[in-house]
């Protein structure tokens, strides 16, 4: 029975890899940050109490700020594959808060790779990076194309991404880098563009709300679905040699096309409710970011499963029956559904 450690288990993809890797017959073992406030919904599908004998998911106060907690964490669980998912993940606010983006998302990658190397433990590491780290570079982008990120959170990433490369050629160890292109679901948080539209749809549907404020609508993205791509964060450490992989749908849609899509849908006029707010551009902005994710098919076998009219679709109606739940006086949070 193999143990995995997650980091950044309460978030999208944490969640969704920490489902799959249990029904993989894991023990998976995840990573919280200390909080006055509850933070766990994602994962509470697959929570159970540790006194019961039948539970396979765990949960400990750790934080990538802290070494010691890491090390001390991996001592103890001596887990046969790390996931690093952690990270301050918006790419806007990571303007606002460059120096805290860079502590976390790049020298946390440190801290975490170091514990390995100081324990001395025989695992495998799974490093999330982010097609944020291409920026300019033209479309498409593959494992060869050159970094040229356009934000704090793109360049701190490309720090972790090649501290991870120097780990595994520097003393041996078994890390691959996931370059996952933008991926989404009903479990997105509520600030990020896509699930900031569809949960606009659903409030302005049910006559809650009336505008929706966004910022460049013509910024194209590849978008997939979350559980298609924490399959191949799995295949990655299936493989025997490590090696990076770049994943992705290799079809871009802009974020107007998002809007359209998901307004009309819902049987709304999107000009009626869309309006355009400055402070929501980028002071550096990508234009097109879209996978060459060649290497992933070849090499892991991973195909997409869902694309971009379906997760559109799917993300708002989810988003349409929380709202009618909660509506009707059924706790229905939106990042419980599927």
């Known amino acids: 029975m193999r143990t995995a450690l997650i980091t950044g288990v309460t978030g999208q993809d944490g969640s969704y890899l920490a489902e799959f890797l249990v029904r993989k017959g894991y023990i998976v073992h995840g990573l919280k940050r200390r909080s006055s406030s ?3 919904e994602r994962v509470e599908g697959i929570y ?21 907690s890491l090390t001390l964490l991996l001592h103890r669980l001596q887990p046969d594959e790390i996931y690093n998912l952690g990270a301050q993940s918006h790419v806007r606010v990571s303007f606002d808060i460059p120096e805290y983006t860079s502590d976390i998302t790049g020298c946390g990658t440190v801290r975490l790779l170091e514990a390995i190397r100081q324990t001395g433990l025989k695992t495998r590491f799974y490093q999330a990076s982010s097609s944020e780290m291409f920026g300019l570079s033209p479309a498409p982008q593959n494992e060869d194309t050159p970094f040229h990120p356009r934000s704090p959170y793109g360049c701190a ?10 780990y595994r ?10 370059i996952l292109f933008n991926h989404e679901s009903p479990r997105r948080g509520e600030t990020f563009v896509t699930r900031k539209i569809t949960r606009a749809v659903a409030h302005i549907k049910f006559g809650l709300q009336d505008k929706l404020y966004l910022g460049n609508l013509n910024a194209r993205r590849d978008w997939g679905y979350a559980p298609d791509y924490v399959e ?10 490590p090696e990076d992989f770049v ?14 899509l998901a307004f009309d849908y819902a ?14 551009h980028r002071p550096a902005e990508i234009n097109e970011l879209c996978a060459d994710a060649t290497r992933a098919r070849q090499k892991l076998g991973w195909h ?16 349409l029956a929380a709202l009618a739940a909660r509506k009707a006086g059924v706790l229905a949070p939106a990042s419980l559904s599927p």
Do not use: C
């Open 48 to 68: 159970r109490d540790f006194h019961d004998q039948e539970a396979r998911f765990f949960m400990h106060f750790s934080d990538l700020s802290d070494s010691s």
């Open 247 to 260: 994943i992705g749908t290799g079809v871009p849609h802009s974020v107007q096309d998002f809007v359209e």
């Open 169 to 178: 050629e520097s003393y041996g160890m078994f890390t691959s880098n996931g």
């Open 267 to 280: 049987g709304l006029d999107w000009r009626r409710h869309v309006e355009i707010d400055p402070r929501y």
């Open 232 to 241: 191949a964060m799995w295949l990655m450490l299936q493989q025997d040699q």
């Open 157 to 166: 990433k490309a720090f972790a991404y090649w501290v991870t490369v120097n």
């Open 304 to 319: 997409h499963t869902v694309g971009f009219e379906e997760l559109v679709r799917l993300m708002v109606d989810a988003d």
């Open 38 to 40: 509850f933070n766990t």
